[in-house]
């Protein structure tokens, strides 16, 4: 029997099928090859925020005052958290709180825009340059795919863009050169496009599906017609248009695939969705986060969580955005301190929600969360106008048992001192876990190379 299944399995010869059946066949290989369970995929969330993390804001309280120059590996289940991080209390085990990376290979300043996930510099208040390279999101959704391979959402745009519905551009994510990512900032149309074919549960939801996917053969056609008829320079700017076209189509055949898990975790429709209120928008983008993950159409999410025009009415903060209250502008008769505070606790409560639902979902031996790496992280580096000597970052979750990181905090010795790392030390290490056996990954610190610091490779304290 498992002679003839794994004949029939390595034998078949599939077309538009290929991408909707390859998760099951590759389950069917594995049990036929003796393998009682199949691997579960793993996911990826990175939650961007403005106006820096400071080192402080989630820093140990056992450890103020301590030499940041030495390197600390300390477990957390004992340990007290900062205040703002309380929401995240029943979850140490899952949590991991990473200090003492630089990153001045990147641009410092209000943002780093792409330097977070590409390190490269990439400074632009009003917008960067055109991408270096792929940023480490869409890597990672490039090796470890799924319907949406990889899901842009958030609520505005780069920097001081003050645009906060329909297709806006953070500039923190790139498909490779000259290839940024949209973002779609309305947490209406997202729940369209994850759950539009089957949220109406009528009869005709799939006859639609086959009508749009018909429409887009059509215009690709024109397109390529279109095409033969531009200068060179024009045509690749075409080309990002097109793949991008075609993605989209590629993406609603496989989203079709999925009706079943979709039907089973499609969201109720409310008023949250058309929120024009910052925090019940993003807690609504974190549910439609959460339901595209335990659905399985997507794997990887990149989240742009706030910018600095971004106002937290709801959290009592209504006099200054996040720009003046990350210059330490006072607002509702609290410091801008106490302000940070307040916003990063909330943004702690709303991610901690979002682990809880993927730990309260069985999988394999253990639960969703357990193959799940969230990292919350601030394209402005260290702090408001960011330095970069240091590039605080919180990561939750289990991270597939790749990384020894779940239930550490993790202290490198601070910029310039012996062992110190930098953030293209440790996504060269994430991709290193996770499949990709890159010998470095991201730009040099020209400082460092002059001090004759060796830059390249992976952290091998991380690497389970």
Not at 124 to 144: C, F, N
Not at 209 to 227: C, G, R, V
Not at 299 to 326: P, Q
Not at 423 to 428: E, V
Request: net charge neutral.
């Amino acid at each position: 029997m498992s002679y003839t299944r794994r004949h029939f399995v390595k034998g078949l010869s599939l077309g538009a099928g290929l991408p909707i059946l390859t998760p099951i066949l590759g389950q069917l290989e594995c049990e036929a090859n003796g393998f009682a369970t199949h691997k579960p995929p793993r996911r990826f969330v990175f939650v961007a925020v403005s106006s820096g993390i400071m080192p402080s804001e989630v820093e140990l309280p056992s450890l103020i005052g301590s030499n940041p120059d030495e390197y600390q590996n300390l477990s957390l289940q004992e340990q007290e958290l900062e205040p703002s991080m309380q929401p995240l209390n029943s979850l140490k085990e899952y949590l991991s709180i990473i200090q003492g990376l630089s990153g001045k290979m990147c641009a410092g300043g209000h943002t780093g825009n792409y330097g977070a996930l590409g390190v490269w510099r990439a400074p632009g208040e009003k917008g960067a340059p055109p991408p270096k390279r792929a940023t480490v999101d869409w890597l990672l959704s490039q090796m470890h795919p799924a319907a949406i391979n990889h899901l842009a959402t958030g609520l505005t745009g780069g920097w001081g863009s003050r645009i906060t519905q329909g297709v806006v551009y953070p500039h923190i994510s790139a498909a490779g050169p000259q290839k940024t990512i949209p973002f779609q900032a309305s947490p209406d149309i997202v729940f369209e496009q994850l759950f539009g074919s089957v949220a109406s549960k009528d009869r005709y939801s799939r006859e639609k599906l086959l009508s749009k996917k018909n429409l887009l053969d059509f215009m690709a056609q024109d397109i390529k017609k279109t095409q033969k008829a531009l200068p060179t320079q024009e045509k690749i700017k075409f080309d990002h248009y097109l793949d991008a076209l075609e993605g989209l189509q590629d993406q609603d055949v496989k989203i079709a695939g999925l009706r079943e898990s979709l039907e089973q975790n499609v969201p109720e429709f409310t008023n949250k969705y058309t929120s024009e209120e910052t925090e019940v928008r993003q807690e609504a983008h974190f549910d439609l986060i959460a339901a595209a993950l335990i659905s399985g159409v997507t794997n990887v999410v990149t989240m742009k969580i706030d910018n600095s025009a971004t106002f937290y009415r709801g959290l009592g903060i209504n006099e200054k955005s996040v720009h003046g209250i990350g210059h330490n502008e006072s607002s509702n008769g609290k410091t801008g301190q106490e302000c940070r505070n307040i916003i990063r606790r909330h943004h702690f409560k709303i991610i901690a929600h979002l682990a809880n639902k993927l730990k309260s979902v069985p999988e394999g031996d253990g639960n969703m969360l357990d193959n799940t790496m969230i990292v919350y992280i601030s394209p402005s580096g260290d702090q408001h106008h960011g330095k970069l000597d240091s590039w605080p970052m919180v990561v939750i979750g289990g991270c597939g048992r790749q990384l020894k990181i779940p239930g550490r905090y993790l202290q490198f010795p601070s910029y310039g001192h012996k062992d110190h790392r930098t953030i293209g030390n440790w996504w060269t290490g994430v991709l290193n876990a996770f499949g990709n056996p890159i010998a470095h990954y991201g730009d040099f610190d020209p400082g460092l190379m002059k001090g004759g610091f060796d830059q390249e490779g992976p952290i091998p304290e991380i690497i389970a």
